[in-house]
Every structure is written in structure tokens, then in C-alpha cells.
């Protein structure tokens, strides 16, 4: 686990000394607030006005999630809220699932290494020791598994890329015109454009020269994804932007901590009340959210949360690197060289469990695979490399095709072309018995009147196995088109 691609000579670390470490957990923990809190207000977030009206368990989690990072920023030094906040992140993922979005998983594997690392130590500066450089491992492990999936024929091909998609969405939604899925040869670059990024960056973080060029990057192109105002990012970028910054000198955090000791107490004090009174009001309207005009105000409202956010922190870190600071941190993924114990090493291997799974047909949604056009199933692959999976399970080679219905979601598929494994298409139907539908599965159409008059299409699919075997659906043209959301029965 301690593999570090510098050629350079060794220099001398920082001092491992208690009040600078404590100073980077302190930082991490406001950064990890914010991250949570983006995760309620986006997408993942209960439905507006759930927690007064009918509170549901997802929603009482994530309403607790809030509440404990809004208590870590009162409180950014304190290991038990933080403690706490880490804890509440795999309870809030497992009542999301199947339907969970991969920056959630992440943020829950960085979750259990934290949790972990409070076994190897308590105080402050062991726990750091421990923590961060297999918080680093989680974030280089997704980025090459993100990375390695869009390697694939459809995300290089313009018209249906994910690459291109997006572009185009984000520049829409800033009224900008660009239609480059249509576009002439220079639409063609884009694919590449974004797939060199991805694959450059965890390059760039595990080679000490280049780290810090890294970090920018990461932090300069999520910064630039997360202003699409139609496809809401900044729950996904929150995540990484506080996972990139681990990878600067201790000294960084000391930096930030030692800037805002130098603000008057009085200054401190607004800041702090700003930041606290905001995000509760966030909160408060995205739980109330009974009508148009506070909805408004809380899309509104999060918005100019991320953009002061992520403003501020890509600021502290020019600020940092323009100005003399200490060199890139010497082997930041070495267990030894850290104190990690081995037995740490659990965390990286979910990450690369999990990352194989488009590959071994576990899974394909929430498996590092997001907005890739990446297609695995039944043993066969649209991956440049890999061009066959190795199928674990068979729910992949039981593929159904519906040719009509009376639900409404299940016309989605319809409309759009999209086949689904019948595991999926069983799991929804038991929750919807009286819809009529045709089908096609095995090569035999086969038409109900309503799902419940054959038992076999109704019958409930086992919680946890529908959390974890969780399907995208298939697109049944090639090259396959890029799937911006879940669909009903995903």
C-alpha cells in the first residue's frame, strides 16, 4: 500500500507535530460538513416538506445528517460530532440505495475509514496519522475507476457521449449555445478532452512533483462541473474538493487556521454566525418546502452556497501556492511511512470492490461508472479494454424488453428504448400490482392485464439484495446513448 511513483530524492517531511495535524482535521471536518450538507440539498435530499408532514426514515436520517454538520461547523475540533457525522453517512446511504449516486458511496467509504481509524487512535493527532492517507487512497481508487469506464466506443462517440452531453448542459444552462453532440470535428475533442482530465489526475496526485498541479486541476475542473444549474453537481464536487486538499502539505491547513485567527474576534464571530444562521435556514426551507416561492428561495439559496464555498476554498488554496509554502508531501499513500495499520487496507479494497463491479455484473449503478456510456451485461462489454465481463451473478442474462403498459414509468423504457434485467423490473412491479403491461423475456412476449395476475412478476425482492445488485437499464441501440438520471425501476 506504499507504492509512490517520485523519482526525485527524498526531502524532509513536516513535522508530525499535534497542533498541525489537529489544524488538518479541523479543516477536513468543515470541508466534510459542507460536503454532507451539499448531499442533503441536492438530488439525494428528501423531498420537500417530507420531515413535516409524513417523516419517513430516509428523511429523519438525513434530516440528523444536517442537523450533525451543522454541529461540526459550530465545532470543527470536536472528534466526537465528527465522529458522529461519519457514522450517520452510511445509515443515510443504505435507507437511499439502490437509488445513490457514486459520490455518496465514496463519501461513505472515506465515512468508514475515519470510523476505523478512531479504533487505531483518539486524539487528534493520531487519528489523523491514520485517517488521511487512506482517505487519500479512497479518492485516487475512484478517480481511476471513474476514469477507466469511459473508456468505452459510445463516450468518444460525440452524438451520444456523456461528455458532450453535459458540455452542452452546462453551457445551456448559462445561456450559452453550443450544440456540440451536432457539432462539427472540433465536438469530437471533447470526449478525449475529458477523459484525458479524469485519467491525469490521480497520475499527477501520486508523483510529488506534480501533486500540487493535481490538486489544482481536480479543484479548477470540479469547480467547473458544478456550474451546471440544470443537473445539480455540487453534491458530487463537495466531496472531492475536500478529499483534494488532503493531498496539500499539512502546512495548508495551518495556513487557513492561522488566517482566520487573524480575523478580529468580532469578524470570527459574524463569520461563523453567517455560516451556521445560513446553512440552518437552508435546512429549515428545504424541510418546510411547501410551495413554489420556498423552493425558489432554497434552490436559490444553495446555489449561492456553493458558489461562496467553492470560491473561498479555491481561493485559500492559490493563496497558498503562490506563496512560498513547504514541498508536496512525500509518499502521502504509504501506510508504513504514516503508522497506518494493515489492516486498514479493508477501505481501498471496497473501493476496488466496487469499482469492478460494472465488470463482474454485481452492479452497475453507483459503481464508480457515473456518466460514462460505459454498458457491461451478459458477459459482454462496450470497453475499449475490456471487452468481456466475468459475470459473478446471472441477473444480467435474464433481460427483459417492454413493449407497452399502462404505468407511466414503465413507458419510459418504451419511449426510450431501454431494455432492463427482470431482478429490476420484478422489484418495481411488487410495489405496483395493478399495472398492465407487455413484455418480451427469453424471446417469448407475454402480455398481463395486471402484474399481480402472475405471481412470479410480483414477487418482492429481498431489501438488501436490491440495494446491493442494483442494474442500470440497457440501452437496446449501439453505441449506447449516455443516461443522465434513473429511471423508475433504474
Known amino acids: 500500500m506504499g507504492v509512490d511513483t517520485d523519482a526525485a530524492p527524498p526531502v524532509v517531511a513536516e513535522p508530525a507535530h499535534p497542533r498541525v495535524r489537529s489544524d488538518v482535521l479541523a479543516v477536513f471536518a468543515v470541508l466534510w460538513a459542507a460536503a454532507n450538507l451539499f448531499h442533503v440539498w441536492g438530488p439525494s435530499g428528501a423531498a420537500f416538506g417530507v420531515i413535516s408532514r409524513h417523516p419517513t426514515t430516509l428523511a429523519v436520517v438525513q434530516a440528523l445528517l444536517g442537523a450533525a454538520s451543522v454541529a461540526v461547523l459550530l465545532r470543527p475540533r470536536s472528534i466526537a460530532r465528527l465522529a458522529v457525522l461519519a457514522a450517520l453517512g452510511p445509515a443515510a446511504l443504505w435507507f437511499e440505495a439502490p437509488v445513490l449516486g457514486s459520490h455518496w458511496v465514496l463519501a461513505c467509504l472515506v465515512d468508514a475509514a475515519l470510523l476505523l481509524a478512531l479504533l487505531a487512535g483518539r486524539s487528534a493527532d493520531r487519528l489523523t496519522a491514520t485517517f488521511v492517507p487512506v482517505a487519500r487512497w479512497v479518492l485516487v481508487g475512484f478517480y481511476c475507476f471513474a476514469a477507466f469506464a469511459k473508456l ?43 477523459a484525458a482530465t479524469e485519467m491525469s489526475i490521480p497520475i499527477l496526485l501520486s508523483m510529488r512533483r506534480t501533486r500540487h498541479a493535481g490538486v489544482v486541476v481536480g479543484l479548477v475542473f470540479h469547480s467547473l462541473i458544478a456550474l451546471d444549474q440544470t443537473h445539480l453537481f455540487s453534491d458530487f464536487s463537495s466531496v472531492l474538493v475536500a478529499l483534494f486538499v488532503l493531498f496539500l502539505p499539512e502546512a495548508f491547513a495551518s495556513d487557513v487556521v492561522a488566517l482566520y485567527r487573524g480575523l478580529r474576534s468580532e469578524v470570527r464571530e459574524r463569520l461563523q454566525a453567517a455560516v451556521v444562521v445560513g446553512t440552518g435556514l ?24 456553493w458558489l461562496l464555498f467553492d470560491a473561498t476554498l479555491v481561493a485559500l488554496v492559490a493563496r497558498f501556492l503562490v506563496r512560498p509554502h513547504p514541498p508536496a508531501i512525500e509518499r502521502p499513500l504509504s501506510f508504513a511511512r504514516n503508522g497506518v495499520p494493515r489492516w486498514m487496507a479493508i477501505v481501498p479494497l471496497l473501493v476496488v470492490l466496487n469499482g469492478l463491479s ?31 465481463t466475468v459475470p459473478l451473478t446471472d441477473f444480467e442474462s435474464d433481460i427483459v424488453r417492454i413493449t407497452a403498459s399502462s404505468d407511466p414509468g414503465l413507458r419510459q423504457y418504451v419511449s426510450g428504448r431501454l431494455d432492463l434485467p427482470f431482478l429490476q423490473l420484478r422489484d418495481y412491479l411488487s410495489r405496483h400490482h395493478d399495472v398492465s403491461l407487455t413484455y418480451v423475456r427469453g424471446g417469448v412476449e407475454r402480455s398481463v392485464a395486471r402484474a399481480a395476475d402472475d405471481p412470479a412478476l410480483i414477487e418482492p425482492v429481498p431489501s438488501w439484495e436490491s440495494k446491493l445488485f442494483a442494474f442500470r437499464s440497457l440501452d437496446q441501440t449501439e453505441p449506447a446513448r449516455c443516461q443522465p438520471g434513473f429511471l423508475p425501476a433504474l
Open 282 to 305: 437552508l435546512l429549515a426551507l428545504q424541510w418546510y418546502g411547501r410551495n413554489a416561492n420556498v423552493q425558489r428561495l432554497f434552490f436559490d439559496g444553495r446555489t449561492w452556497a
Open 358 to 388: 460494472p465488470y463482474v455484473e454485481l452492479r452497475t449503478a453507483y459503481a464508480f461508472n457515473m456518466y460514462s456510456n460505459l454498458q457491461t451485461a451478459d458477459g459482454e462489454s462496450n470497453h475499449l479494454l475490456v471487452t468481456h
Open 152 to 194: 468505452n466506443h459510445a463516450f468518444f462517440t460525440p452524438s451520444v457521449s456523456c461528455g458532450t452531453f453535459y458540455l452542452d448542459e452546462l453551457a445551456g444552462s448559462l445561456g450559452i449555445s453550443l450544440h456540440s453532440t451536432t457539432a462539427g470535428g472540433w465536438s469530437h475533442l471533447v470526449p478525449f478532452a475529458v
